[in-house]
């Protein structure tokens, strides 16, 4: 299985980036997708996540209302739309791989892992 991560780069605060993943090794539309994040010197944090059909979907508080996330099942890939970006948005962002659960933001609920990708925003 292998998540490959891709998009990030520098930009200016309220600025936009579009993260994408494309997975191979497993089966897509069995997994529910998620982004988590990783900021300098902090733990890694959920951000978002999609549910296998790609009607429902979840995002943590910080990125509600600027952060969009979409799959294409048909191109088995995730993506993070990321808008109005913030200095405090600056991590590493990983795609995450996960059977449904009652407990989709708990790291240990996802299966596989991306290598991530570094977005940062400057002020």
């Known amino acids: 299985v292998q998540l490959q991560a891709s998009g990030g780069g520098l930009v200016q605060a309220g600025g936009s980036l579009r993260l994408s993943c494309a997975a191979s090794?497993?089966?897509?539309?069995?997994?529910?997708m998620g982004w988590f994040r990783q900021a300098p010197g902090k733990e890694r944090e959920f951000v978002a996540r999609?549910?296998?059909?790609?009607?429902?979907?979840y995002y943590a508080d910080s990125v509600k209302g600027r952060f969009t996330i979409s799959r294409d099942n048909a191109k088995n890939t995730v993506y993070l739309q990321m808008n109005s970006l913030k200095p405090e948005d600056t991590a590493v962002y990983y795609c995450?791989?996960?059977?449904?659960?009652?407990?989709?933001?708990?790291?240990?609920?996802?299966?596989?892992w991306g290598q991530g990708t570094l977005v940062t925003v400057s002020s």
């Open positions: 999609i549910w296998r059909s790609g009607r429902t979907t």
């Open positions: 995450a791989a996960g059977r449904p659960s009652s407990e989709p933001l708990v790291e240990r609920k996802y299966e596989y």
């Open positions: 090794g497993l089966t897509f539309i069995s997994y529910d």
